[in-house]
């Protein structure tokens, strides 16, 4: 069985390969495009974007992740019970205090961020708070608090960073093949030029499949560290049961996101349960909380 820090060296490899496929993307489209445009600077330029790009994911990705989820600090004094209820399971699984973090959406939801046990967040939404019992809501906090043990945060704030930036870097290479023009005169331009195209449609895909398979399998193991934590999978089970049947989904979304919550962000509504599993980027809650009471 999955314990607390089960899966932290791990990670921490697939964070640097992850680091290191996404380098090679990048300079493989760099180097594409440079031949298409004849311009050996293109190339230069996508090298030390990428090198830029991998360090911003690695130290800043956390503040980008709570940016564009609008989060906001949360204060002991207005938050005193979820505070206190954070410190106490930060000390029992022998981890660092946590920055703790609010956004204000009726939607009930929960992530981790931060690039490792010093530096780590804990964001919850208003809804989460409103609708969970303490017991549930240490299962969820618990939870997030695996995800810091296991160092797998690392791995998926990265991830938010990185997907985006192959999204944005591919959609450009398409418009200026399109709209940009290149050398005629290059014999070989027309069929970089294809093969620019077919790598930049491609890419995003990849990046985008990494994720989410990354995202399903990173939410079973912390069910597992969270259940363990506390002792009590039944509370974890519980609020995901009640976070499901809430089912709204979020007023303020990301693509780029969406895998750091603990349920899907866009809601659990009937069509969501039918999409398949390969384009969710959560396993399904029924799975979740059968495995959570199994262990019971």
Known sequence: MATLYTHQGQNVRKTWMLMSIFLIIVIGLG??????????????????????????????????????????PATREKYF?????????????????PKIFVIEDPSPNAFATGRDKNHAVVAVTTGLLAILNKTELEGVVAHEMSHIGNKDMLLSTVIVVLVGFISIVSDMMIRMTFFGGHDNDNKNSGIFAIIGIVLAILAPIAALLIQLAISRKREYLADASGALLTRYPEGLASALEKISQHGIPMKKQSTAIAHLYIANPKGSGAFGRKVSGLFSTHPQVEDRIKKLRESL
């Open 31 to 72: 180097f594409v495009f440079a031949r298409v445009y004849d311009n050996p600077n293109i190339l230069y330029f996508f090298v030390i974007f990428s090198v830029v790009m991998n360090i911003v994911g690695y130290w800043y990705s956390d503040k980008i992740a709570l940016r564009m989820a609008g989060a906001h």
């Open 81 to 97: 019970d979820f505070y206190n209820l954070v410190e106490n399971l930060a000390i029992t699984a022998g981890l660092p205090m």
